[in-house]
Structures are given as structure tokens and as C-alpha cells.
């Protein structure tokens, strides 16, 4: 009996001891899986929508950059335009001929050329010739138009801010692509310096919808015949326009191929 006794405590020990190693190391198990978790610290999710990624969800926003404040001025997006459709074509102030030495192509490339006094639009050569009636010193000279009043008090008042080269993220809105609203306006501040009225290079004269009396392509035929999409996207054998300036912007690319695959509407 004792023997048997002895045998019997002999296996509850070991089997206590068996069942206290497994809480053991479940306890270790589990205290470790905690520390972990603990550990680990994720940042909450955000679902970007609408105007939180700083554009309208087309991926043109940048939030690097303030948003524009209307009563400021913007070289790139509103000066710069105006120098390309109105000075930078081949043989005048773009940075390959720099006329007279003067080169409108780039923020650097005006201010170089000293034609403009920061601060002081009455005492700025570039005022100057855009706002003389003298038809042998005026800019754009003959036969080319002469640069509407408000681009010209736009101008005044991008100088007399002090002439900056200030930067700002204005979106990218394509919700609503019109020809009034949203292709003239792009039309004028980049192509009627050259294809205009008087001055319909290549027989384009963008002034208008429809074709002139002329002959002259209107916008709805460039934009039918393929040639106002190829030549500002680059794409095709068409002639990069604005010719001698910069491709424009993404976001003005962007309406204009939206309003062509539109059917190029007169709305």
C-alpha cells in the first residue's frame, strides 16, 4: 500500500508539474503577444474625398502650396500667360531671339531684362511700350493686336505688388467645362497674341467660335480637326503651341482635352 501510495504522489507531482509548465508558457505566450500590440502604434485611417487632398480628387492639388487669395498676383499662372501669347513668339522675346535683349519666357528672364520696376508700375519700361499710342514703340507692334485694358491693369498691379513670384495651389476644377467659362479664357491668355483677327498665324484665328469670313480656322474647327488638342498636348505631327513658351499648364491641358471629347459644344 505505501508502495502503491508512493506511486500515486509520484504521478500527481508530475503531472502538476506538466500543467504548471503549459500555464507557464501560455502566460509567457500571451504577455508576449500584449507587448507586441502594446508596441505598435497605427496612425489613423483617412480617406481622402473631395478638396482634402488639395485639388478636387483629379490629382492636380498640391499641398505643399497655400491656396490662391484672389486679390494677389500670380506670375506663372496670370502674368506669364500674357507674355506668351502677346511677346514670346519666334523672333521677339522668348529666350531664343531676345530681342532688343529682353527675354519674357521665364520669372529669372524678365527680371534680368530690367524692364520692370518691383513696386513702381509708372516707372517701368514695360508699361511703357504696352500702353503707348506711338505705333513704332508700342508692344505687340503692328500688325499684331494691341494688349486688352485689363490685361494691361493686370500687369500694372502684378508690378506695383512688388512684381513677386508668389505661388499658390488654385485646384483644378473640371466639373463643369464650358467654352465661354473655361476654353476662351485659356484660348485668350495663351494663342490670340498670335491667332487673332489680324495676325492668324498657320490660318487659325481663335478670336471667335466659328470660322471668319476669311477662311481662317475658328476654335470649333481646330478643336474638330484635331489640331488645338495636338498642338498644346504635343502630340501628333503638330506644331508645339504656345509656340516658343512653355506647354501649359496640367490643369488647363486637362479642360481643354475634356471639352474636345465633349464634342468641343459652344456652351
Not at 484660348?187 to 492668324?200: D, E, V
Request: net charge negative; proline share 6%.
Amino acid at each position: 500500500m505505501h508502495e502503491l501510495n508512493s506511486i500515486c504522489v509520484s504521478s500527481f507531482v508530475k503531472n502538476n508539474r506538466s500543467m504548471v509548465s503549459t500555464y507557464s508558457k501560455l502566460t509567457i505566450a500571451f504577455l508576449v503577444v500584449l507587448l507586441i500590440f502594446s508596441a505598435c502604434k497605427h496612425e489613423p485611417l483617412v480617406t481622402i474625398n473631395g478638396n482634402n487632398g488639395g485639388g478636387n480628387g483629379n490629382g492636380n492639388g498640391n499641398n505643399s502650396l497655400p491656396p490662391c487669395d484672389p486679390d494677389s498676383v500670380y506670375f506663372e499662372q496670370d502674368i506669364l500667360p500674357l507674355f506668351t501669347s502677346n511677346c514670346n513668339m519666334s523672333g521677339c522675346h522668348n529666350s531664343a531671339s531676345h530681342a532688343s535683349g529682353i527675354d519674357l519666357s521665364s520669372y529669372a528672364a524678365v527680371m534680368n531684362s530690367n524692364v520692370v520696376t518691383p513696386g513702381q508700375s509708372n516707372n517701368s519700361n514695360l508699361v511703357d511700350v504696352i500702353t503707348t499710342s506711338n505705333p513704332g514703340d508700342i508692344m505687340p507692334p503692328p500688325p499684331m493686336t494691341a494688349m486688352p485694358t485689363v490685361q494691361i491693369q493686370l500687369i500694372k498691379k502684378w508690378i506695383n505688388q512688388g512684381a513677386l513670384d508668389l505661388h499658390c495651389d488654385n485646384g483644378c476644377d473640371t466639373t463643369n467645362v464650358t467654352y465661354t467659362a473655361t476654353i476662351k479664357p485659356i484660348l485668350q491668355n495663351y494663342c490670340l497674341g498670335c491667332h487673332n483677327a489680324t495676325s492668324s498665324g498657320g490660318g487659325y484665328n481663335l478670336t471667335n467660335y466659328a470660322d471668319d469670313v476669311n477662311g481662317n480656322l475658328g476654335v470649333q474647327s481646330s478643336a474638330l480637326n484635331g489640331s488645338l488638342s495636338g498642338s498644346v498636348h504635343y502630340t501628333g505631327t503638330w506644331s508645339h503651341m504656345p509656340k516658343g513658351g512653355s506647354q501649359l499648364p496640367a490643369c488647363e491641358l486637362t479642360k481643354i482635352r475634356i471639352w474636345v471629347d465633349s464634342g468641343a459644344p459652344n456652351n
